[in-house]
């Protein structure tokens, strides 16, 4: 039987367990129910060679084929967001404040419907699949754990998938080049010295101090950086102040970095140093910065491998099978599986105007997708091992 047949065959088995995960979402390093979950699921196909991790949730189910070869490894992450959903649907979350608002819930059973297909097809296959279901992914520490336990030893290629309301269901999105950025967060306390409103000469006000910061460190984007390489600093949280009529001794920033640019990332927590210090010292404040490196941008830039994923979805779809989508500074951790092997990252489409919801942005409240989707993303992960094995 061909996969794209037994996809078919195995539709409402991947909807049913997209439906049973997105009740019971469990936030990024909680996903304990989860992982017992997926690993009853991996059992009850056939699949019972299973890894688990330490200090972290998540596993890895091992299929070997009837002959020896390569390992691929596909991914699926699994945690939710703290969420209250507003879907109204029948099979919502019932874990109150707790949504698969990403979409993880599609893609563990995508991945799970890739696993029962790959199964009916292990004596054809040359090699080993590895079924990774990554915890903490949306706090970027997920994948970097499960890399220093060596989920990717003897990884010879890699493959994951999004579920994305930006693309049209049921297309696929697979094409070279930059498709995520690298993520990195920063946290900034200003210190001034207090006194009162009336009075600002007797004091050092950290909450100007941080309106220079916040308006200087723009200019790393706007003037430093080449225009040709997308970057974004965003401030996302101002802390400071205790009352209207007091000038604050302290202010706290916190924000995020995105690029493309690897020699630029490594150049951008100086810049902040640097900057926020003498901005702060300008107003007689002291500047302390602390600097997190997350995860790195999500770069296709092995050919072979996106021809390889472009096949898979034509050789089931056909060429009106693929979309065009552009590359966005958005972030995935999945880069740290790309730097121990080569691999390729992609979207599939979420979005049905029919569906409502379904055109809401991950992370929304509302968010939801055509579940006819889902056995596209599990027919073409699996086509994408099947031919990376038994390629010549």
């Known amino acids: ?65 009837g002959k020896p070869g390569k390992t691929v490894l596909l991914r699926a992450d699994i945690d939710a967001l703290p969420v209250l959903e507003k879907t109204g649907l029948p099979f919502a979350s019932k874990i109150e404040g707790k949504m698969h608002a990403c979409g993880h819930d599609n893609h563990i059973a995508m991945l799970l419907g890739a696993a ?44 994951g998938i999004h579920i994305w309301s930006m693309v049209d269901s049921p297309k696929i999105n697979m094409e070279i080049g930059e498709r995520m950025a690298s993520c990195d967060n920063f946290k900034i306390t200003i210190k001034g010295f207090g006194s009162h409103g009336s009075a600002p000469h007797l004091g050092h006000d950290a909450i100007v101090a941080a309106s220079g910061v916040i308006m200087g460190l723009q200019t790393i984007v706007s003037r430093i950086n080449n225009p040709l390489n997308a970057a974004v600093i965003t401030i996302g949280v101002v802390d400071a102040g205790q009352r209207f009529n007091i000038i604050a001794d302290k202010a706290v920033l916190e924000g995020t970095v995105r690029t493309f640019n690897k020699k630029f990332r490594m150049e951008i927590e100086g810049l902040i140093r640097q900057i926020s210090n003498d901005i702060a010292a300008g107003y007689q404040c002291t500047a302390e910065t602390e600097y997190s490196y997350l995860t790195g941008a999500v770069i296709n830039e092995d050919q072979h491998l ?25 972030s995935e951790d999945f880069a740290y599986l790309m730097e121990k092997a080569p691999g390729v990252y992609g979207f599939i489409g979420a979005r049905n105007p029919a569906i409502p919801g379904s055109e809401k942005s991950n992370h929304h409240e509302c968010f939801t997708v055509d579940e006819e989707a889902l056995r596209r993303g599990a027919a073409v992960a699996a086509q994408f091992a099947f031919d990376f094995l038994t390629e010549k």
């Open 1 to 65: 039987m061909l996969i794209k047949e037994l996809s078919e065959k195995y539709n409402e088995y991947i909807i049913d367990r997209r439906r049973y995960y997105h009740q019971y979402p469990e936030l990024t390093l909680q996903e304990i129910e989860t992982t017992k979950s997926i690993i009853k699921d991996l059992k009850e196909i056939g699949i019972e060679d299973i890894k688990t991790f330490k200090d972290f949730y998540g596993c890895v189910g091992i299929l070997k084929g």
């Open 306 to 330: 996106v021809d390889i994923a472009q096949n898979a979805v034509k050789k089931l779809y056909g060429e009106d099978g693929l979309t065009e989508l552009e590359k966005m500074t958005g």
């Open 116 to 159: 029962k297909i790959l199964f009916d097809m292990k004596d054809e296959i040359a090699g080993t699949v590895k079924f990774l279901f990554q915890p903490a992914e949306e706090l970027a520490v997920g994948a970097k754990a499960v890399v220093e336990q060596g989920v990717m030893d003897g990884v010879d290629a890699c493959y």
